[in-house]
């Protein structure tokens, strides 16, 4: 097994140098901020669309069997994803850490185990080499790239290969962001219309289309329910 790794950075300079120094494998600092850096990779496409295509290129081009992706803005122990990352089984295409602060429900700590799950979040992650091979660019229209994880983890299924979550692992993701997540999610939307298919019925299968109220419900264990409805099960 080896593994590369890609720090996808959007102006988080000093953490993105942080984060190369403290890993044990070879690994690269992509930029986008269309200015040139000692010691990064300059993407000619914005955001982390661009950074993520980028990457991928570079990788394809190496004989690495995982890539590791992590954004330059998270914070806590990277170097030990990494480290986990290489005793995984072979069947597993994805893996990644559970995430605190901003992200999708499904990635928040829910114990201390490794439990199955359909996506995992684009944040961070160690990919199998089949799963990139087989996954699309990030579209230019999609300059956010929201999506691009769940077409990894819809990859990932079709593939027959496991997506895992850790929950020993956490790494936090602050809240906020310079853009706008209402564009950002528009963007995914057309996004994963363009693609069509079964990716589509993935998504839906996954919440990306839910009501604020389908999410909160979705949120609650069986337990809950169950209080809620007045029967357990």
Request: aromatic share 10%.
């Amino acid at each position: 097994m080896k593994i590369i790794a890609y720090i996808l950075n959007f102006n988080k300079d000093d953490n993105a140098r942080r984060i190369s120094s403290s890993l044990s494998c070879e690994n690269y600092v992509i930029d986008s901020s269309g200015i040139a850096k000692s010691g990064f990779i300059a993407t000619d496409e914005p955001l982390y669309g661009g950074c993520l295509n980028k990457a991928i290129q570079h990788f394809l081009r190496t004989e690495a069997t995982h890539m590791f992706i992590v954004c330059s803005d998270v914070i806590g122990d990277v170097n030990s994803v990494i480290q986990k990352s290489e005793q995984l089984h072979s069947n597993i295409g994805i893996y990644a850490p559970s995430i605190e602060g901003q992200g999708w429900e499904q990635n928040k700590p829910q114990g201390m185990n490794t439990r199955h799950v359909l996506f995992a979040e684009g944040i961070i992650g160690c990919y199998h080499r089949d799963i990139i091979e087989t996954s699309l660019p990030v579209v230019k229209g999609n300059l956010y790239g929201w999506g691009t994880d769940l077409y990894m983890g819809y990859v990932c299924e079709l593939l027959g290969m496991d997506c895992v979550i850790d929950d020993s692992l956490v790494i936090y993701h602050p809240y906020g962001s310079a853009y706008s997540q209402r564009l950002a999610r528009r963007q995914m939307k057309r996004f994963i219309h363009s693609v069509g298919g079964e990716f589509a019925v993935f998504c839906d299968t996954v919440g990306v289309f839910d009501t604020y109220a389908q999410r909160l419900l979705r949120k609650l264990t069986a337990t809950d329910l169950g209080k809620i409805f007045g029967c357990y099960r």
